[in-house]
């Protein structure tokens, strides 16, 4: 069946959000599909949420509501995209709507419980399971996602539109140097101390071999800022970071180290690629998936491994220069254009 231009409704949630992955995998998605032509969208945004730029540069209604929070997507969206198709890129939904396609990024909450709070994990397996038999499309970001979701939320994977992610949000951005008293040679990491990121034993190894680190990512996490401290003295930590700084940390580094146990997709070693940054990443999850052919990997579990295979690209430039090389290659199979058109793709929309 194929959707009405008109009817492209968009959950615009993400706008009074913290930007965070999800946030920008719901602002990229949007974004995209607003460029390709093939459908209008209308953009409901909660009350107080401000409407990014870009917004103004394609033909995108917006609508802002009286109310913000639970009330603007469980009651407000609902009625105001009666019969007509919603779009949530962000998350949670609207239960009481059928005609909608909701994305779940992965299955972290239910494989990585100890993560989260008991609240937080049995909230998103309701919402999740119902809004899975409910929701007339989902979305998800990877092909292992699909699979995980599949077995714990018992929904057919085949139900779901894989859409990835993109590296190409930082494509045009300029680099700046941090503010930073940087060695000459540092390895960087990007990640939280979250359990699935699994960064401590990793960092410490690396750091413990005479190897310097940057981490980005840990500072301003207020989940994690009593834990920050057992890597002082193993790792440099910035402060919040620019995307411009964070390009200039890629481009510079000696290599990024991405030890994470748990990932649905896995963005930074993409966005490493993209920029002509050597990857070493674990082999769990959907790390292969993402980086493909261009990256080397470990066990996350044995520190051991990922210092050998630090000392043996250190010990040839051929090496690295081939793994940027096809890194690059890879990174450039995914762009949110192709994502955006496989989800229209998957609505009918021609």
Request: proline content about 6%.
């Amino acid at each position: 069946m194929t959707v009405p231009l008109d009817e492209l409704h968009v959950n615009g949630k993400w706008l009074a959000q913290k930007l965070t992955g999800t946030q920008r995998y719901a602002s990229e998605m949007v974004r995209a599909i607003a460029a390709s032509g093939r459908a209008r969208l209308v953009l409901h945004v909660p009350r107080g949420a401000d409407v990014p730029g870009w917004v103004a540069h394609h033909e995108v209604d917006v609508k802002v509501a009286p109310v913000a929070g639970v009330l603007f997507e469980q009651i407000y969206l609902p009625a105001a995209t009666a019969r007509r198709m919603l779009l949530n890129f962000a998350g949670p939904a609207p239960l009481l709507k059928r005609k909608q396609l909701v994305t779940m990024h992965d299955a972290t909450p239910f494989r990585y419980p100890e993560t989260f709070t008991k609240r937080f994990v049995a909230f998103y397996y309701v919402m999740y399971s119902v809004l899975g038999r409910l929701a007339r499309h989902l979305v998800t970001v990877s092909h292992f996602s699909a699979g995980e979701l599949e077995e714990v939320l018992h929904i057919p994977r085949e139900r779901f539109i894989v859409a990835e992610c993109s590296a190409n949000t930082l494509a045009g951005v300029s680099e700046t140097r941090p503010d930073l008293a940087l060695p000459e040679r540092f390895y960087l990491v990007v990640g939280t101390l979250a359990v699935n990121k699994n960064l401590r034993r990793p960092i410490m190894s690396v750091a413990d071999s005479g190897r310097d680190v940057v981490v980005v990512g840990l500072a301003g996490d207020q989940q994690v800022y009593s834990a920050t401290g057992s890597l002082a003295g193993h790792a440099i930590i910035p402060g919040w970071l620019s995307d411009s700084e964070l390009v200039w940390l890629y481009r510079n580094a000696v290599a990024l180290i991405f030890p994470s146990k748990y990932e649905g997709f896995g963005l930074p070693p993409l966005e490493a690629q993209m920029l002509g940054c050597v990857v070493v990443s674990s082999d769990a999850a959907a790390l292969p998936e993402v980086c493909g052919d261009g990256a080397v990997y470990f066990d996350p579990d044995d520190p051991a491994a990922l210092i050998a295979e630090l000392a043996e690209l250190e010990g040839s430039d051929v090496a690295a220069d081939e793994l940027r090389r096809r890194g690059a290659k890879n990174a450039a199979r995914f762009s949110w254009a192709s994502s955006a058109d496989k989800v229209l793709n998957g609505l009918g929309v021609r």
